[in-house]
Each structure stands twice: as C-alpha cells, then as structure tokens.
C-alpha cells in the first residue's frame, strides 16, 4: 500500500459532520426544546389557575349541599326545587355569589350581601370574598388580604328526568350547578357538579 493511499484512509476515517448533518441536528433539537417549552407553559398554566379551580369547585359543591339539606331538613317542599321560571324559589341564569339570606340557602331571591369571614367587615361590593394570609404568612393578623370573588359567577339549573318508557319521573329532579370565572388575559374556565334529588328524604 503507498503512502498516499493511506493518508487518503486516514482524511476519509477522521472526517467531520457535513453543514447538512449539523442542519438536521440542529431541527430535531430545536423540536425538542419547543416541546419541553410547551409542557412548561401548560405547567405554569395550570398552576395559575389552580385558586380559582378550588374555589369554583367548592361553590358549586357548596351550592349543592344546600339544596341537599334544605330538602332533607324539609325546609324547602319538594316542589320549590326548581328555577323560579318553573315554580320554584332558585334564580335563572348566571348570579354573583353572594350569601344565603335567611332561606339559608343560595341562589335564591333572598341572597343577601356578604361579610369577610372571621372578620365581620363587608366584603367588597357584597360579592363573596376570602381573607388570606398577608406578607407575614399568617392568618389573624393585620396584614391579612381580602380577596373578592367578583369575578365568579353561579349557575342553578333544574331538569327533569325521563323515563325509560319516554314519560317524565315526578320524583326526581336533575340539578347541575356550574361556578364560572374569569382571569385576565385567560379564557373562561367553569367546574360544574351534576346529580339527582328525589320527593323521598
């Protein structure tokens, strides 16, 4: 084998990536670094609506419970279960949350303004609204901050329930609760709770 050859194997073993090679590389990994930036966003997405999730979770399964009880206490007639529209005593469409009047249950004509939990001051517009924790990280001092919910609202509504034969079952009703709210520069998010009541307690 002569010299020239060899160097010739040499250049061709020790050789680098071509531009072309380098381009692809640089796609796929730039693909790659799009996608993990995506998951964050949906990460912090979530996380800065994770508040607002919990409390339209819990106003809705708040609502809920109270129509529950007032039926089982048998505050309220089976037949008052329903929007006013069609006979009963619970408002139509979307209302601020405000708190139960003297009904003790929300949702009604009877809604009256709230106050600050723990506090007694009125809450901002009598719109419900939370006392958290201020800069010192604990509840009960001065520095507390009053948040409002002015920007939740909620949704009672009834239906009625069908028969398998395609009759209407008088004993129960379907009640669906949804609490929407809106954040700044996010579409409107909205938690809703479904279930049944029936004439029987």
């Keep these: 084998m002569t010299q020239e050859n ?18 692809i590389a640089t796609v796929v990994m730039t693909i790659g670094i799009l996608a993990l930036m995506a998951s964050f966003a949906t990460a912090i997405a979530a996380t800065a609506s994770a508040e607002e999730d919990l409390v339209a979770r819990h106003k809705a399964l708040d609502a809920m419970e109270s129509i529950y009880t007032a039926r089982n206490s048998q505050q309220l007639p089976f037949a008052s279960i329903n929007n006013i529209a069609n006979g009963g005593i619970f408002l139509s ?57 002015s920007n939740f609202t909620r949704t009672i509504a009834f239906n009625q329930v069908l028969l398998p034969t395609g009759g209407v079952n008088t004993n129960l009703i379907a009640i669906s609760v949804s609490v929407t709210y809106i954040k700044p520069g996010w579409p409107a998010r909205t938690y809703t709770v479904n279930g049944l009541i029936s004439s029987y307690h």
Aim: aromatic share 2%; glycine share 14%.
């Design 6 to 23: 060899e160097s010739v194997r040499k250049y061709q073993a020790q050789r680098g990536f071509t531009l072309l090679e380098v381009m």
């Design 93 to 149: 469409g979307a209302q601020k949350l405000l708190c139960a009047g003297p009904d003790g249950i929300v949702g009604t004509a009877d809604d009256v303004p709230c106050t600050a939990p723990d506090t007694g001051a009125a809450c901002p517009g009598g719109i419900e609204c939370l006392v958290l924790p201020g800069p010192d990280g604990i509840l009960g001092t001065a520095d507390d901050v009053t948040q409002t919910l």
